[in-house]
């Protein structure tokens, strides 16, 4: 039997990439896409959950039963939000979800894109780093058979994927020369979505001994063989 798992955020550039590498991976049985809006996209391996309340899944939560891992690739920038809002979109929803499934499968992995420059301490000066960390450190305490966070830093979207960001997506249509010298000069600093999906099914099909993943991680996951 392969695996099954549940994707956020694969409307977004992370997820999409994950979400891709995910139907095309041979040890994986279905996808399941939870999100506001359709994917436009048809594969035999792929269902779709279209939810709108991100702190409410009492309506479906017999759809969220028997699966193997969870990547939780939802994300939003910071800029023009509060506080309250920022940590109502990364956080809550995040934890909401969360805990959800984990009461529905104990023994799934759970995966969650965070970011380089998360600050783990809580206690930084800047708003996101902060709520990150909150959010990956009662990820990582809630009890999951495994969880790993995910920074990845700069990424290079492959498969035609573009950025629901339109600041990331300016930068990469006029400097990704940029992200690839930065490649060039420090290769451990840049991974692409394919990397990203990859590294996570490996992470769930193998284990990892290590809760926070970087960029350096996710290259090295990402070409593990079977163990």
């Known amino acids: 039997m392969g695996l099954k798992v549940i994707i956020t955020g694969a409307t977004g550039m992370v997820g999409k990439g994950v979400l891709l590498e995910c139907l095309d991976h041979p040890d994986i049985d279905e996808v399941l896409s939870i999100s506001r809006s359709n994917l436009n996209l048809t594969h035999p391996k792929l269902k779709e959950l279209i939810h709108a309340d991100f702190l409410d899944y009492s309506k479906v939560k017999d759809q969220l039963t028997d699966y193997d891992a969870c990547y939780l690739c939802m994300g939003v920038s910071a800029g023009g939000l509060s506080k309250e809002k920022y940590t109502e979109l990364t956080y809550d929803y995040t934890l909401t979800l969360a805990k959800i499934l984990l009461e529905l499968n104990p023994s799934m ?78 290769p451990n600093s840049v991974v692409n979505t394919t990397q990203i999906g990859l590294a996570m099914i490996n992470v769930t099909k193998n284990g990892c001994n290590k809760k926070i993943i970087r960029p350096k991680d996710i290259l090295e996951l990402a070409q593990l063989k079977d163990i």
């Open 109 to 186: 992995t759970c995966t969650y894109v965070s970011g380089e420059g998360t600050d783990s301490t809580e206690k930084g000066r800047s708003m996101w780093a902060r709520v990150k960390g909150k959010t990956e450190n009662d990820l990582l305490n809630l009890g999951f058979k495994q969880a790993h966070m995910f920074r990845p830093g700069a990424i290079i979207p492959l498969r035609s994927i573009k950025s629901k960001t339109k600041a990331y997506q300016f930068m990469y249509d006029y400097f990704m020369w940029l992200v690839k010298f930065i490649k060039l000069v420090a």
